[in-house]
């Protein structure tokens, strides 16, 4: 299981990749595994505002729809719209290509909130 050290991580099993005030969001290794087959991301909150831990889009596999919850507080700015006509970039490319949203977030406060990569690897006993 790939969990990178570079990133950032939440309890929902969504990833965080901080550059300035920008966030890139996408789902880790470990709940693409345990989804199955992508074969659909819905994200319908671009350009809207919203809270840490709001629902901002699905992800459905063959078997199931899960919600994605925004890690940090902050408008959603850019969606990766190449995962309308390849989400399975998401199961083959978790951290790269299948990235799905990038957040200018608002509270820079909220990223102590984030789980290290240490942690995650302790919350899905990697």
Do not use: C, R
Request: aromatic share 8%; net charge negative; glycine share 8%.
């Amino acid at each position: 299981m790939n969990i990178p050290a570079d990133l950032k991580y939440t309890k929902d099993h969504e990833w965080v990749k901080v550059e300035g005030d920008t966030a890139t969001v996408g789902i880790t290794d470990f709940a693409q595994g345990e989804l199955g087959d992508i074969v659909y991301v819905e994200v319908e909150t671009l350009d809207e505002t919203l809270e840490a831990e709001e629902v901002f889009g699905t992800v459905e596999a063959v078997k199931t729809v899960s919600d994605l919850f925004l890690p940090l507080s902050g408008e959603i700015i850019e969606f990766n719209e190449a995962l309308e006509d390849e989400p399975e970039s998401v199961n083959t490319d978790p951290y790269g290509a299948g990235w799905m949203i990038k957040i200018k977030f608002s509270d820079e406060s909220q990223l102590a909130d984030l789980m290290s990569a240490e942690d995650y690897k302790a919350l899905v006993g990697a």
